[in-house]
């Protein structure tokens, strides 16, 4: 099965900045990868999907990007504010079509 | 206002007990799944259920056990066989079983003393 690692420590990063979460999986690449978003206590809220053949997605601050010769995605919030403190999942589908989660990379926006 | 809803937020049992987690949606979606969440790791899949009367394994499904007799309902016991069964359960549903975004609940906290 898939093994994903997302960065391991905790993004910590003022008010405005951009932040950078990193996804990189290790076997085959899925036709399709998951951002979410959970916040303490709560289920995760799906955020944007990105297909093998797409290079890049957007949804209003949140960018995503797929290089499946690197076996990564990388996951921005441009502008950051305070609400976007969470943590953010990566999920993709396995050899057996079931849904696979990293996780996780808790960032927090100092105001 | 649709959504998926589960009960109780907390559950507090003592060894040797079987406990059940519930788990309704209104969302006519097909398929519905558990998942288990324990600190530093990412969701492990319990169960998995793409129709009525229909389930199958995840990942780690060894002390737990499922039923799918209705479409808006996919409850999870956690039996006495479970080891480690402290951990947040979530529940999430999806309109099919394919490459469709989940939609989950906001999980059940279950503490065994």
């Known amino acids: ?111 | 206002d649709g959504g998926i809803t589960q009960s109780p937020k907390y559950l507090f049992r003592k060894e040797g007990q079987n406990v059940t987690l519930s788990c309704e949606q209104n969302l006519n979606h097909d398929a519905m799944y558990w998942y288990r969440q324990d600190p530093g790791q990412g969701l492990r899949l319990i169960y998995y259920s793409q129709i009525v009367n229909d389930f199958q394994k995840g990942d780690i499904a060894e002390g737990y056990s499922v039923s799918r007799e209705k479409k808006e309902s996919f409850p999870l016991t956690v039996t006495s066989a479970q080891k480690n069964p402290t951990a947040f359960y979530l529940c999430a549903s999806s309109i099919d079983s394919d490459n469709s975004p989940l939609h989950f609940g906001n999980g059940t906290r279950l503490t065994v003393t």
């Open chain 1, 1 to 111: 099965s898939q093994k994903i690692e997302q960065n391991s420590e905790a993004l910590n990063i003022q008010e405005g900045k951009t932040a950078t979460l990193t996804c990189n999986y290790t076997n085959y690449s899925p036709a399709y990868l998951q951002w979410y978003r959970q916040d303490p206590g709560r289920g995760p809220v799906f955020l944007l999907l990105i297909r093998e053949n797409e290079k890049e997605k957007r949804k209003e601050r949140l960018k995503v990007t797929f290089d499946t010769t690197l076996k990564q995605s990388l996951f921005h919030i441009t502008a950051s504010q305070p609400a976007d403190s969470a943590t953010y999942l990566c999920a993709l589908v396995d050899n057996d079509y079931k849904l696979s989660f990293g996780a996780g990379t808790t960032v927090t926006v100092r105001a």
